[in-house]
């Protein structure tokens, strides 16, 4: 490794992050006295989240199948309207028609060496009533291509683009072949991609299955035994290619309602273009054994009793997949308390409903854990809470398709949402298990300070458990740490498209029955969070994050950390750039980054003396106050670029998007970055250009904040 | 980590070592006309190894069993005394009589939760008419105590010592219990230890066997479809307690001849107390699959496809062990040529001859590449090379039980060898893959400056695929070396016990036969070394060395060489000094090598000087230089202690010694080193003096070697 020079962390060290509040108050963004009418009113909501009640809603949302699509998905929609309702909030309900495909017949048979017709079900389990539902999707391919093929296989690992390029080197050509992956591998990549990669070098189609190495047998005992997966599970999913954009495949960029027009299928450029089939590792096992060639390189080895062979052949089988493509109806349901000094700005917490059969984990224990938090916020309103912004409670109706729901919704209000949708919180699945944050890094000071205040089952508090497991983790030296948003659920559109910070964060690991028929209230009572205890601390983490975004008389964004953040990125590049090509480009990246910092601890200042005139003082500057907050939303918004990054107009965000290869895992920086990977040197420097732009832009807005945040100062100190 | 300070490393940066004689020659230890002649010879030498003679060798010597104590083993000692004979080797055959165990009954039985007869054989494979053999050994464990066992199963992962602490801490009692460990496992551990450590903590008994992760699908394809084992394959193995004592368990520290008193089978130290039972996995998996209690840590995870628990229970066998113990005779073979100018010295090379079925790989391969050496060897000696010094060819009768040929035979002629044994090299099994050498440290010139003069099929010289091979492993930047000697090979006796300088060097790599019946001519032949290429390579490389330690003008043993690996192990045991509890003992030993080290590299500067007076001037100084010689063997000897190390008084060398709980991964330094290991401060200093007054005996002799070479410096340049 190289030395670098960060001119980033040479200012960091200069000029410390004023957590302007944090001192006086405890709390960033309040002043002394609302800081602590805060802490009275969170201590009401922190009151009511309760295991009985979760166990209870979780019980009600996972009896019948209730993917997108169905009615039972839109009966649940209105159940939770119906208890919104209940709890006092505003509700409202929009619905999309979207692109959905649900599966006629599928069928995957080895013809050679021997015929064995494969299993596409997974078996019940006695244990578990709910596994002798019936109504549930199969083991089944969202978004590919329905068709017939046949042909040799050619196993290729995770079928990530280091793997199909291995092969190249190697002189296997997919040419025709039927190639077979296994979900998974580091960095955290997509099914999508991995078909996307196969059918560019000309896979006829793809087999995908779980190797027990990832999940299963060999992370501990199966189910029913164990939480992880059983010989018979099936991950289903979607295979949309959403790092090109998410949501309906036929209408990018609009909203899937009435008078859109919609592409041709053959013309969706995020459905995959051959067809796809996934399958248990028992079943895999059944083929895999069957495949000659070469022994596989050490790390492509996987968790099967057999040695791994790249093939092609001799093992062939034959694949046979329909589905019926149809616009079927996504509901979305929301549940609002307006705010009393800025009612047009809201705070939107939310997480996904539809799931591919019972879900108990995969969203349903996220949305329980949400209702109590939903619970808890409006027994304080009862008793007189009145936020100082509007909250936003949601419920999304097609996640798992990926992202059908938030796309839609994102694309319709696009204008409005820019204009006014302070934060986004995605509250999704979530077990007993680590503590694990991702935002933009403007909020992770406010995240980090929030985690002291959340208790934890097993810790003093969250903000404890949290930094213990850091360690344990070996994650280095830097304590807690927020990690930058990829994409694989609800933030995309908003994080992504339209710029407006996000976090996905809650409790969770490995499982073993994601995306399977296994998922189920009887698992989740086992494995998932026996007691709740978790959900139980989750929902009043969540509830906290949302009252203090909701009542911060100044936002509680940092751009000094936002700063310090890319700083780490621009390191990165100036690592790889080893031929220093982009030296120049890098180094003006650097600067500006370095005045957005500047910037940042300047407006911070004046805001610690601002809120130091105390509530009365503040309230008395509304005006102002209101002007200098619209400012610190809109400079985050300033780092989209409306021609989006390099490939992929739909991506906006100059900071964070996911990977174009990888889905999943997060990018940074990702319009330099990648053509940098992919030795596009004269993109990258036009890429890089927009983000010097970007950040002078952002830079501008967040000084400006800072002036019209003098014009607030008290008069004694001023 | 720390920062230490090398008291040697600076000396080492001061004085760089001088290679007497590779300036002038190219050759260590030789004047610039002798060396041209050594050339010529080795070049005679080098045309002799031939594939199609190996091959011949191979099948002959792989036709029937022939472990130790057969008939068959005797009968191939004569075959090749007769060989050596047709080579003109003057040759001598020693015989032992040694407590040796063939097996009677074995039964392992499962009998809970279901009853199941374990296999304890190994199937013929149709492809290969040898694995039809009959009279082998089955699945056998040598030198257990036989007898019946029965109760519940406690899996303990590889079985080493720290395997059996996490036991302990986690409250697992071995008390009745047998114990199921899997073969292998790092540091590079021996089967026996494994028992003991689980006799001492209660054990009844202990079932063994090789999982796929270390040795079998896992790794690649199995016999008969390729090099690694089988499902059935079973590895026999001794499990005399080696780092006690090798060689007959019943006569420590004397030969096994008539005469000599033996212990009464109660009394031997190296006997395990408890019966054991190595396995297939394929039959550990029947009885693995039933363990319960908790999941093991990941790492304890194998490559079956079952989750691994540790018990106890509730699975359950029995196990029905019977063995005659018998005195049963191991023949020793040599063949010597004569020296010319110090015939009283001489270099031995040997390997072993027995093995546990048929033994193609392990030893005989070893054998057939070493006699072609020999052959080679003859061939100079038919066209009039005289060495210097005597050169003996041996064949050891009974290794594979653990070192009694060599083990007796260096006991009986302790004082002889001590005296005219100038270095021991092992040749033992090899196959085609990476080269390593493992060797004491004075001898570490010496092998890397020979591996520049030795082919190798697939780069220009053995040095060149050696350095490759480093880099490519991550070996560092610190390039060729060689590694220290452990256990687990027939240079035990003479390394550790006598202080004779040793050498054990080769091709090798994982197999999947080791131990096994598919150890056989048709393995070798398609997996093992096709066309024998790495073996006429390696009997070229064994030649050179064998014939420059024999002719050297001045012994090719460099003492700056040997401080300076010194130096690194004091510095290891510095960073593990955390507390400075035996700071002053540690800065006595360093300051003790660090002279060892300006003595070795003045020796140096003198014997370069008496080289330089050229070969004539050299062969006038004869009586002088067979006194340097003397002295530059005698000073390695002196790091030997008559008291021996910590726990273990057959083993002398202070430097060297097999792990006590390894066996075969070297400890260096090993009576300090396991000392402060275990935390027993008062023996590690003890020991510390030790080494300290045997580095400064061992310095003391250097110096006078150098002293005396001066006797015999060329007038012109004294």
Redesign the interface.
Known sequence: MKHTLSIVALFAIALPTVAYGTQQSGLLGFSAQNAERERAWERIMAAVPDSAKMREYHFALTRRPHHAGTEENHRLALYLRDLWEGFGFETEMVKYDVLIPWPGELRLKLVYPEEIELSLTEPPVPEDPDTYVEGGLPGMAAYVTPGDASGELVYANYGRIGDYRLLEEMGVSLEGKIVIVRYGGSPGQMRGMKVREAAIRGAAAVVIYTD?EEDG??????YPN?R?RPWEGIQRGSFLDVPIYPGDPLTPFQPSIPGVERLAFEDAATIQKIPVQPISYGEALKILRHIGGP?VPADW?G?????YHIGPGPARVEMHVEYDYQQRPVWNVFGKITGEIEPDKFVLVAGHRDSWVLGARDPTSGAVSLLETARGVAAAVEQGFRPRRSIVFGSWGGEDFFLLGSTEWGEQFAEELRENMVVYINRESYIAGAWGASANHSLEPFIIETSRDAPHPEASSLYDAWAAQRSRGGGGGGGVRVNALGSGSDYTVFLDHLGVPSMSLGYGGGNGVYHSLYDTFYWFQRFGDPGYRYGVAQADMVGRLVMRLANAEILPFDYTSAADAIGEYVDQLVTMDDGGRLREELRSIGAATARLRIAGSEANSVYERVLAGGAEWVASQQQTIREVNQLIMQAERELIDERGIWRRPWYRNLVYAPGYYEGYTAKTLPGVREAMEEGEWDIARTQAGMLVEALVRATDVVTRAGEKAKEALPRQVS
Chains 1, 2 share one sequence.
């Open positions: 027990p047998y060999v992370r501990g005992d199966v164990g992880w022994v080895q968790g099967l009793p057999i040695t």
